[in-house]
T-cell receptor, first 114, second 113 residues
Framework: AQSVSQHNHHVILSEAASLELGCNYSYGGTVNLFWYVQYPGQHLQLLLKYFSGDPLVKGIKGFEAEFIKSKFSFNLRKPSVQWSDTAEYFCAAPLGNRDDKIIFGKGTRLHILP | ETGVTQSPTHLIKTRGQQVTLRCSSQSGHNTVSWYQQALGQGPQFIFQ???????GRGNFPPRFSGLQFPNYSSELNVNALELDDSALYLC????????????FGEGSRLTVL
């Protein structure tokens, strides 16, 4: 079965700092990976996704993630964070190949200081 | 706004009772997934319904059951409630086909006393 793990549970940064949130996956088949975000008081929503092709994936609001197969990683990055990026971030993957049954990591709570 | 609506938003039950949570999926979506999110944890996959049939289940006991209706709305039923069932229950709809893009509702927060 697919699984994902997130290294950092709580991250605090100042505005304009660079961000990298770690995610590792384990799976034996075709790899599809996602990052979801939950802003305070809002519903969970898709930030970006990787299916195949270019391992550097760009998402909304300036976020990007890099799929590194040799490291089983899919880390989320942003060069310069804003206060509005304060949210909880979840790495996710399907249970099976091309599956909408998505499993989530435990999440990283990101707090940006103004 | 995702178009996925859940009800009720909050409810309090006592141990041993039964609860039904409801979800209306986004227009055009035929797949509904249910998740349990405990405090400080990521969403845990309960089960998924596709065209009114259960289409996969996570590691949850049989007292967690569900339904999907012809209009693709769905219910989650939990019998014999336990204190550990206290959590935010999330419904997500999708088009199916493995896109991985889920559209979530705001959730139903269940407290079991």
């Amino acid at each position: 079965a697919q699984s994902v793990s997130q290294h950092n549970h709580h991250v605090i940064l100042s505005e304009a700092a660079s961000l990298e949130l770690g995610c590792n996956y384990s799976y034996g088949g075709t790899v599809n990976l996602f990052w979801y975000v939950q802003y305070p008081g809002q519903h969970l929503q898709l930030l970006l996704k990787y299916f195949s092709g270019d391992p550097l994936v760009k998402g909304i609001k300036g976020f990007e993630a890099e799929f590194i197969k040799s490291k089983f990683s899919f880390n989320l990055r942003k060069p310069s964070v804003q206060w509005s990026d304060t949210a909880e971030y979840f790495c996710a993957a399907p249970l099976g190949n091309r599956d909408d049954k998505i499993i989530f990591g435990k999440g990283t709570r990101l707090h940006i200081l103004p | 706004e995702t178009g996925v609506t859940q009800s009720p938003t909050h409810l309090i039950k006592t141990r041993g009772q039964q609860v039904t949570l409801r979800c209306s999926s986004q227009s055009g979506h035929n797949t509904v997934s249910w998740y349990q999110q405990a405090l400080g944890q990521g969403p845990q996959f309960i089960f998924q319904y596709y065209r009114e049939e259960e289409n996969g289940r996570g590691n949850f006991p049989p007292r967690f059951s569900g339904l999907q209706f012809p209009n693709y709305s769905s219910e989650l039923n939990v019998n014999a409630l336990e204190l550990d069932d206290s959590a935010l229950y999330l419904c997500a709809s999708s088009r199916g086909g493995g896109t991985g893009e889920l559209f979530f509702g705001e959730g139903s927060r269940l407290t079991v006393l």
